[in-house]
């Protein structure tokens, strides 16, 4: 197991300075090559993080979820904060929705984290008339 993990490693590396050894190997290569229409990514933390509770078995279960919207559009990002009491109520529905059990599985989460993407892009679509989100990112998840 060992071995195979230090080969693949081995391998990534190898292959990556050969890539670099073409390209003259400087840093500002790569960066030189990313497309010219691809923005640097905008992250916006959403505070108070969210807080719902389950029925789970007969005993109460919280969740807390810290959320961060990624977005590579300023100015789209400052017209859905205008909306931002309805983008938190869509969330806190979507996320007391969900099933406790699933939820502690990392597929569970990564579900939830893909759901909560389409939800918000859905409301900046209808609200902005864009997809001012590209991602909604998890930044700490509690299950108790």
Do not use: C, W
Request: net charge neutral; glycine share 8%.
């Amino acid at each position: 197991m060992l071995l195979a993990v230090g080969l693949s490693i081995g391998g990534t590396l190898y292959f990556m300075n050969k890539g670099e050894g073409l390209e003259g190997g400087k840093p500002d290569d790569a960066a030189a090559s990313m497309p010219a229409g691809k923005q640097p990514a905008i992250y916006e933390v959403l505070m108070p993080a969210f807080v719902v509770n389950f029925s789970h078995n007969g005993r109460q279960r919280y969740m807390q979820v810290g959320i961060a919207l990624m977005s590579r559009d300023q100015s789209a990002l400052d017209a859905l904060k205008v909306h931002m009491p309805l983008l938190r109520n869509r969330l806190v529905m979507l996320f007391s929705s969900q099933d406790f059990e699933a939820l502690k599985t990392p597929v569970g989460k990564e579900m939830l984290r893909q759901q909560a993407t389409a939800s918000v892009q859905e409301l900046a679509q209808k609200e902005i008339g864009k997809l001012a989100v590209e991602q909604v990112l998890f930044t700490n998840f509690v299950l108790q």
